[in-house]
């Protein structure tokens, strides 16, 4: 199931997330950050990379950072 979830912010919040975003990574550590009420956790081996998008006359960059999220397996009921 595909899904996307974007939140505008102010200048202000975006660069105090980059900041802890910086830290999280030149320490090794994961990144817990919350979008539109979702909590979401970047785990430490997240591959970073950058993307630019032009559509039309709008220019885009965005800051990525992926990874496989393990599946949750839902636990049988003992008899």
Excluded at 1 to 12: G, L, P, V
Aim: a positive charge.
């Amino acid at each position: 199931m595909e899904q996307e979830i974007e939140k505008a912010c102010s200048r202000k919040a975006f660069v105090a997330k980059l900041r802890r975003l910086a830290t999280a990574l030149e320490r090794g550590e994961r990144f817990a950050i919350q979008v539109a009420g979702r909590r979401i956790v970047v785990p430490r081996e997240a591959v970073v990379g950058i993307a630019h998008e032009r559509e039309g006359d709008i220019d885009e960059i965005e800051f990525q950072l992926t990874w496989q999220t393990a599946r949750r397996r839902q636990r049988k009921a003992s008899p």
